[in-house]
């Protein structure tokens, strides 16, 4: 007697191989995969050490200029993402470095990026001709479409995180680059001209002369100075939130939504010996440990955390933080493009 099921299964393969030259392929085989019960994520759980990062960082600018290599960075790459240069699904994260006297050279790109300064002092960035002077843990925004460069006239390595939606451009096949025809865009205004338009709560007043920032995106540099001092005055003031801690995102303040159309950032203050609920969510997230130390729990696996530490929590992992020191994280992630797509969803539990 024939064995149905398995007669079954040979007549499909069989109807799969006819229809393959037809670039025809059956859904009920991949249904599952295509439209989960939950997300699970191919991005895992990983830190970076800074110092390990940060020794092959120094060895490349022995080998390879700012100028030869356009952008002098060591992507952090998530292992479950091999060969995709991704941290998560949707973002990129790397480590740029330029060195004393150098200039990356100017340029600009579809892609959103964010820059957080792990280490030096006195270097720039550059946005439409107008520096942003960058300290430690400074954030720094070149926007899409804006013309960017860097350059280092200190006498010390300059050190920052890239934060960029490559996968996200990526995936809408969306991007475009253009190089300046000079090193460095001309100078449009002096430094610091937009952080006192714009950095405090204010703006200026519309009248008859176009500004020149775009109105859509007029912010791009958030001081360590200004952030650390804001998320201090709360933590001294405000009930804690048991899943985040003490937790500030930045802003875009020309519409109070986020920084950038796909990016989100934030800060956050676990006061010493404190340990958070645990909270899941869809946007994986990137995380830099800016001070003291303690641990993050993904689920269930604990990973110690140092300061300058890099380390991804993918996308539905519940976590939790646990502070032997006060802690302060910078971090970013998808979650204002997931809310404008209505597929931002987190679980308190």
């Not at 973002?91 to 050279?105: F, K």
């Not at 804006?146 to 280092?152: A, I, L, T, V």
């Not at 939130?241 to 989100?264: K, Q, R």
């Amino acid at each position: 007697m024939t064995d149905r099921p398995n007669d079954q299964r040979s007549q499909l393969e069989a109807l799969y191989a006819e229809m393959e030259p037809e670039s025809l392929t059956p859904l009920w085989e991949v249904l599952h995969a295509l439209v989960p019960r939950e997300p699970d994520s191919s991005a895992v759980t990983h830190r970076w050490r800074y110092h390990n990062a940060r020794a092959y960082l120094l060895r490349a600018g022995d080998l390879i200029s700012a100028e030869q290599a356009e952008r002098r960075v060591l992507i952090l790459e998530n292992p479950g993402l091999k060969g995709s240069s991704s941290a998560t699904s949707s973002l990129y994260a790397g480590l740029q470095m330029i060195l004393p006297g150098e200039v990356a050279p100017c340029h600009r790109h579809s892609q959103c990026a964010l820059r957080f300064v792990m280490e030096g002092e006195g270097a720039f960035t550059a946005v439409d001709g107008e520096k942003a002077i960058m300290r430690p843990f400074d954030l720094v925004l070149t926007p899409g479409g804006q013309w960017h460069d860097h350059g280092n006239p200190t006498s010390s390595p300059m050190i920052w995180l890239d934060g960029l939606d490559i996968p996200t451009v990526r995936h809408f096949d969306a991007g475009f680059a253009e190089k300046w025809q000079e090193p460095a865009f001309p100078e449009t205004a002096p430094p610091g001209d937009t952080l006192a338009r714009y950095g405090h709560n204010m703006r200026p007043m519309r009248g008859g002369v176009a500004d020149r920032r775009p109105a859509h995106q007029p912010l791009f540099h958030y001081p360590y100075a200004e952030w650390r001092a804001a998320l201090g005055n709360m933590a001294a003031t405000a009930e804690i939130d048991p899943h985040l801690g003490h937790a500030l995102e930045f802003i875009n303040p020309a519409d109070g939504g986020s920084i950038m159309p796909t990016v989100s950032a934030h800060v956050r203050l676990i006061p010493q010996g404190f340990e958070t609920r645990a909270r899941r969510s869809t946007d994986g997230s990137i995380y830099v440990v800016v001070e003291g130390g303690g641990t993050a729990l993904i689920d269930g696996k604990p990973l110690d955390l140092a300061e300058r530490d890099i380390f991804i929590v993918p996308s539905w992992k519940t976590v939790q933080f646990a502070a032997s020191r006060p802690l302060v994280l910078f971090g970013f992630s998808d979650k204002t493009c997931q809310q404008k797509l209505h597929l931002f969803k987190e679980e308190l539990l």
